[in-house]
């Protein structure tokens, strides 16, 4: 089975940087899309980010666009986030998802357990 570990999160300063990880394992993914979500208390889910398999094509929501930046590093089935000028609005659960689709598919078939990130003002 697919198995996806996110790490990075943590406490931040607004204005501050944090960069998250989300390393793939599991023979029953054959390699694809990757992507990022994070979920507010009292809120949905929503999409923050998006890789295809090859990297050349990424897809940002419009609230991250110029702050973050997705890559990926296929040698270590692992996928990032580096995020920058971080606000407070961001606080959430980021959640790493995957997808056997080389390209970013609407709706990811595998999903991480999430990572807390906190920005406070």
């Known amino acids: 089975q697919v198995q996806l570990v996110e790490s990075g999160g943590g406490l931040v300063q607004a204005g501050g940087s944090l960069t998250l990880s989300c390393a793939a394992s599991?023979?029953?993914?054959?390699?694809?899309?990757m992507g990022w979500f994070r979920q507010a208390p009292r809120k949905e889910r929503e999409f923050v980010a998006g890789?295809?398999?090859?990297?050349?094509?990424?897809y940002y929501e419009d609230y991250v666009k110029g702050r973050f930046t997705i890559s990926r590093d296929n040698a270590k089935s692992t996928v990032y986030l580096q995020m920058n000028n971080l606000k407070p609005e961001d606080t959430a659960v980021y959640y790493c998802?995957?997808?056997?689709?080389?390209?970013?598919?609407?709706?990811?078939?595998?999903w991480g357990q999430g990572t807390q990130v906190r920005v406070s003002s």
């Open positions: 599991g023979g029953g993914f054959d390699g694809g899309a």
């Open positions: 890789i295809s398999w090859s990297g050349g094509d990424t």
């Open positions: 998802a995957a997808d056997n689709k080389p390209f970013i598919p609407r709706k990811f078939t595998y």
